[in-house]
């Protein structure tokens, strides 16, 4: 279940070492800057990694989860920032737009976003809605004659600033809670559309993130994505595959971690010796690997499971649900320690600037709060394991 293909294999090395040569050289800037580079969209669009899950007839190559999966895996490896933009613009706005769009929707959105043309972008959390998103959602669309009035502020954005469609989900009818949202594809450029606020960081720089307010917005109703009042079935059928691509996140951020720890250990001396030959290193690094590799074969199986006929079905109360939050849970908690263990093994120098373990810890803690906190998780666990 978790060996690659040949195929598969070849996009991740395309990923790794695209990366590696293009974005390696400029990552302190990056970090330091916290700035996006110009042209990082539209090299990938060249590349052919912004379609991976995007139909071939709206100019994508219709691979699946596990493939992108892989890509952003790949891409975390040398800039997990860089790999969370990436997974924002393809997986949680273009994939679900090519999974719960009208062919009209797809036809004009899509094709744009797979060259790097455009930048995609999800607005589901709110300022007082993290957690809570859907019951705590605050932001309305009211209907107009042949349009919709949005109102509301999306809080934590990812490319929020950058974005040029947004996919907004905002309550139709506050009466019926939860079951009364619905989906938006709104565009950037439209009048009321503002960046009210750029957030700064202390990881995952160079990754835009934003708040974004909405005053008075009209969206044409033919932007009303998938059915009035059934923006939950949007949300919960994009959820699961957007926690295991961000796992894949995790997981490439765990195994440069260790990489690097290995490197610096066969290095470093101390006492007259490597001190890869001390035991509290060696277990340090056999764990990191033990973590490593278990959050690859949860991740892998995830994936795998997506691309099923049984996983493509997705939504609450599915297999494919409980493997997401399973995924993300471990391999995001894991990666946090490796990374944490990885710049124990540096020692002072770690904690210094100029070696690159000190970037992938203060990263590798935000896929413990973002798309859906560790607490959240278990709670979706428990549940599918209790029903």
């Known amino acids: 279940m978790y060996e690659l293909t040949d195929e598969e294999k070849l996009l991740a090395e395309t990923m790794y070492k695209w990366a590696l040569n293009e974005i390696a050289p400029i990552q302190e800037q990056i970090d330091e800057e916290d700035k996006l580079p110009e042209d990082f969209f539209t090299k990938l669009g060249e590349l052919g990694m912004l379609g991976i899950t995007i139909d071939e007839a709206y100019g994508g190559s219709a691979q699946g989860i596990m493939m992108q999966t892989l890509a952003i895996e790949q891409l975390s490896r040398i800039s997990p920032g860089l790999g969370m933009t990436y997974g924002a613009h393809s997986n949680l706005c273009a994939n679900n737009i090519n999974k719960n769009g009208n062919h009209e929707q797809k036809q004009k959105y899509l094709p744009p976003m797979c060259t790097g043309e455009h930048i995609g972008a999800l607005c589901l959390t709110e300022p007082n809605a993290g957690s809570d998103a859907l019951g705590g959602m605050a932001t309305r669309a009211r209907k107009n004659g042949n349009s919709y009035i949005l109102n509301g502020t999306k809080m934590f954005i990812t490319n929020g600033s950058i974005a040029h469609t947004h996919l907004v989900y905002a309550k139709t009818n506050p009466e019926l809670g939860p079951h009364g949202i619905s989906a938006f594809i709104v565009e950037a450029a439209w009048p009321g559309v503002t960046v009210s606020k750029k957030l700064r960081k202390c990881g995952m720089r160079g990754s835009p993130t934003s708040e974004i307010s ?22 919960t059928s994009g959820l699961a595959y957007e926690r295991i691509v961000l796992s894949g996140g995790s997981l490439g951020m765990a195994e440069q971690a260790l990489e690097y720890s290995i490197k610096y250990a066969k290095e470093r001396e101390q006492f007259g010796r490597p001190i890869k030959d001390f035991q509290m290193i060696q277990q340090k690094l056999a764990d990191m690997y033990c973590l490593t590799e278990a959050s690859r074969g949860l991740v892998y199986r995830a994936a795998r499971f997506a691309d099923s006929p049984e996983g493509k079905r997705g939504g609450k109360g599915t297999e494919l649900d409980k493997l997401a939050a399973a995924a993300i849970l471990f391999a995001a908690e894991s990666a946090t320690t490796v990374c944490s263990e990885g710049l124990q093994i540096h020692g002072g120098y770690g904690y210094c600037l100029e070696y690159p373990i000190q970037k992938l810890w203060r990263d590798a803690r935000l896929y ?5 906190t560790s607490e959240i998780r278990r709670m979706i666990i428990a549940r599918e394991l209790c029903r």
């Open 214 to 235: 909405f005053e008075d917005v009209e969206v044409p109703a033919e932007n009303l994505m998938y059915q009035e009042n059934r923006g939950v079935h949007v949300v």
């Open 368 to 372: 413990e709060i973002g798309a859906g």
